[in-house]
């Protein structure tokens, strides 16, 4: 406590309370800035899962279209491009259902998700 804050308590306790309205201040902007990039950031990143969903449900449709007109062709059957999936997947070296780049994971095996009758 000053001589200040001593003689004169009134201005004292509206400097103080101006001093802590400003800091508020500037904490509440800070705040507001902090939860303004979140928001942008996690908006952003939910553009991208949907971009990323939209993708791989054309891709879905376009390969089940192309399945069963090799099907329909008798040129390929699902067992044989299960065969075929598994033989890809391996010459990596890592049987994991993807095409790895040269990365360590577990050597777990893997089954093709087909819809084998």
Not at 95 to 113: C, E, L, M, N, V
Request: glycine fraction near 2%; aromatic fraction near 4%.
């Amino acid at each position: 406590m000053s001589l200040f804050d001593f003689l004169f308590p009134e201005q004292a306790q509206a400097s103080h309370l101006r001093q802590l309205a400003e800091s508020n201040k500037v904490a509440n902007t800070q705040a507001r800035l902090a939860r303004s990039r979140q928001q942008k950031t996690h908006s952003s990143s939910e553009v991208r899962i949907k971009d990323l969903e939209d993708e791989v449900a054309q891709l879905t449709i376009t390969i089940e279209a192309l399945l069963e007109k090799l099907s329909d062709d008798g040129s390929l059957t699902r067992s044989e491009l299960a065969q075929k999936i598994a033989e890809i997947d391996a010459r990596d070296g890592i049987i994991d259902g993807q095409i790895t780049k040269h990365q360590k994971t577990s050597k777990t095996p893997f089954k093709p998700k087909l819809d084998i009758p």
